[in-house]
C-alpha cells in the first residue's frame, strides 16, 4: 500500500511563493516518478508538474513554466513543489501522485496513486 502525504499549503499574497512536500511510504520511492497535479473549484484536475524516478527528467504545465520547480530527495521518500510568483489563478488543492514507472507522465490517467491534496489560495 502507498501513502502520499501533502503538506506546505496555505494562504499567500500574489508575487509570494510556497513549497509543497510530498512524503511517500509503502514502496521503493526512488524507482518510480512523481507528480503533482491541482484542481480549482468548479474544474477538472490538471497537470502542474512530473518528475522521473532520478530527478533528470521534469515536466511542467504551461502555466507554471518559469515560475514552479519540482525536486526530489530520494533518501527521505519526498517530492517537492517550489512555487514562485505566485498568482490568484494558481489557487487549488494541490495534489501528489506516483505512478508505477520510473518515467514521468503529463495525464491523470498514468498515475496510480493519490495523497488526499493540500489547498493553496493566492489572494489579489
Known amino acids: 500500500q502507498v501513502q502520499l502525504v501533502e503538506s506546505g499549503g496555505g494562504l499567500v499574497q500574489a508575487g509570494g511563493s510556497l513549497r509543497l512536500s510530498c512524503a511517500a511510504s509503502?514502496?521503493?520511492?526512488?524507482?518510480?516518478?512523481m507528480g503533482w497535479f491541482r484542481q480549482a473549484p468548479g474544474k477538472e484536475r490538471e497537470f502542474v508538474s512530473a518528475?522521473?524516478?532520478?530527478?533528470?527528467?521534469?515536466y511542467y504545465a504551461d502555466s507554471v513554466k518559469g515560475r514552479f520547480t519540482i525536486s526530489r530527495d530520494n533518501a527521505k521518500n519526498t517530492v517537492y513543489l517550489r512555487m514562485n510568483s505566485l498568482k490568484p489563478e494558481d489557487t487549488a488543492v494541490y495534489y501528489c501522485?506516483?505512478?508505477?514507472?520510473?518515467?514521468?507522465?503529463?495525464?491523470?490517467?498514468?498515475?496510480?496513486?493519490w495523497g488526499q491534496g493540500t489547498q493553496v489560495t493566492v489572494s489579489s
Open positions: 509503502g514502496r521503493s520511492f526512488s524507482s518510480y516518478a
Open positions: 518528475i522521473n524516478w532520478s530527478g533528470a527528467m521534469t
Open positions: 501522485t506516483t505512478r508505477l514507472s520510473g518515467r514521468a507522465g503529463t495525464s491523470l490517467e498514468e498515475y496510480d496513486y
